[in-house]
């Protein structure tokens, strides 16, 4: 765990080339802003390549994805392995629509992602492991989470993180957990995606994915855990919008004060 | 009226499939999120089939359409039919853009459409009744509201809710009123859509759909209300955050206690 | 200045159609709203006449240009010149991307644009003065801001705002400034976005557009500051609420007591 990446980040200001997911595109872009980054949305292959040299990351959101949009990330994700950029896969709904399956394996074979984010379901459809995804949701199994987000892993040959409750950091060797957390995560959506594109921007500032990976994971379960320690009742939109205040406002005494590690 | 619908939509987190207006498709996830349901979006015909069969309902919204957009309506319109899904039309502005208006109309004669939802201005446009709207705006006109809304659910086969200060719902023949609300929900952008998306949800939980669109419309109509009390000034953004909590937080007793109906 | 512009907005709730930035469409809409104008967003060009009749004003935003929707802004900007209604042109990261900066180029070619908005780094690019833009922000450079602008506006004989800190408003000749604003906006992304759209707003409101642009700036800019004032902490998602909040409130009388002009 490198807490310090947060101050890191904060002072490098790197640029987030998002290929996003159009329902959460204004709260991912206010809340990297809000975290400190500098983020950039684009929906046009023709812009890629400057886009990828500017960026300092990377990241490939599945949430709506189109033909066209596909055809963009496979152009992105070709010139961020040659301009050296590293690239986050959010394979949204993979574990409930197998057309979302294929387009995500057509873009791990052919891209050298560096981290593959998701909830329980998408990773263990990824391992194709047996579970009971939901729609957008992570639904049920009955798997060990660790075992799935490690074997997913090993396939891809990249860090997978699997986001819940706990969050699972793997890079099919090492396994860190982060425990913090709210059930209002779920409640509120875009959560996911919002998780995904700060470790992209975490990814930017550091040569080591697999602790950028676990920072971005703490940075944003605590800061939503502190969010929710603050709210006397269910209130899935004000905890939204708290949650980008917070991602401005937490501190590195803050992180290491309310850190849960595995 | 059925307000236990409420908690067996809780009960049962029914997939909604949305072909969504890109202006408010994150408070409409956001909302049908926090009210219980599990909102799915989509931009991509090739993942229709699967998307139909996922849902409970579907809710097709013209407010950004698009010719492959509409392309998308009419497939996902067509699967709906096959596997006996609702679905629910918004046809955002047809009164004031003929172009909308012809969209509209296609998607009414080829598909099996479940609900009309939409202002005065609109209804009175798909039931050919002169009415001056106004852009996305319900306008002015003259005309008796329950005489267009059924008149209109007479010419479509289907039920009409024509939302407003007072909501009318009508499948032709029976109407039903809900006189809950608030100005703000005419300052706040995308409440017409939100209904639209929460109306699909109740179809999902429900074997009768007249009743389905009543409750929907208490519930949104009612939660608009009781935030609206709460506010000490005209804040149409607070108004927006505070109703999707609402949505979260809304009983039966309250519901039962307010409601305004004839 | 004409602050009594405000109220004839309230009064006349202009229509403004918006080529939309998708990730900002949600708060321009919603802000747009609050002011007293009626948005209306559209991705479809074979809407584009009857829409640019429909409205008061158009702005074009190339946040998240495509090639279809830059063909899109070709078509509305050919009907807003034979309809003779007001254009807003947000060029959108032209100092960070030179594809971005031919497209804008293109466009102020082609079209008779009103009001170009922009920040520094945009502003500069367009006037092929040397800057340091970064990404979708401003960056840093060492020209006069008000020779900046000029430059621009003289180039392609139109009002230039070049927005930030400091609001420069000028028609190649006359120069205006606004001095008030808060470093929140920074903080807050599509804050440049609305204020574009707001600036189409008072521009469908008035014979002057010089006036309006100016106008338009000082809503904007002191609403902020106002909503500023009262935040305790640097909080940019309450802010951006609040700010929308207070587009719906601000007065005349509040502006003329907070405005810091030059």
């Not at 300092?56 to 599945?62: F, I, Q, S």
């Not at 986050?88 to 873009?107: C, I, Q, S």
């Not at 989470?145 to 706990?166: D, E, K, M, N, W």
């Not at 009742?233 to 004060?257: H, M, Q, W, Y």
């Amino acid at each position: 765990m490198a807490i310090n990446l947060l101050s890191e980040l904060r002072q490098r200001n790197p640029i987030v080339l998002n290929l996003a997911n159009l329902v959460t595109i204004q709260d991912v872009a206010n809340g990297l802003n809000a975290l400190g980054a500098s983020p950039i949305m684009s929906a046009e292959v023709q812009e890629a390549e400057p886009l990828v040299q500017l960026a300092g990351a990377v990241c490939l959101n599945l949430g709506t994805l189109t033909t066209s949009q596909v055809a963009q990330m496979h152009a992105v994700g070709q010139f961020a392995a040659q301009y050296q950029k590293p690239v986050v896969l959010d394979p949204v709904a993979v574990g409930a629509v197998t057309y979302r399956k294929r387009v995500a394996l057509e873009l791990l074979a052919a891209l050298d992602v560096t981290v593959i984010r998701g909830n329980a379901g998408e990773i263990a459809a990824l391992a194709d492991v047996d579970w009971q995804a939901r729609g957008i949701d992570a639904g049920t199994g009955n798997g060990d989470l660790v075992a799935i987000a490690r074997a997913c892993a090993q396939r891809f040959h990249c860090i997978v993180i699997l986001s819940g409750p706990t969050d699972v950091i793997t890079d099919g060797t090492r396994v860190a957990k982060v425990l913090n957390g709210t059930p209002l995560f779920q409640r509120h959506v875009g959560s996911g995606d919002l998780l995904s594109s700060i470790v992209a921007a975490f990814l930017a500032v550091s040569t080591d994915p697999f602790e950028a990976a676990q920072t971005a994971c703490l940075v944003f379960a605590a800061s939503g855990e502190l969010v929710a320690r603050q709210l006397t009742a269910n209130r899935p939109a004000t905890f939204g919008i708290d949650l980008i205040d917070k991602l401005s406002l937490v501190s590195g005494p803050e992180l290491t004060a309310i850190q849960k590690l595995e």
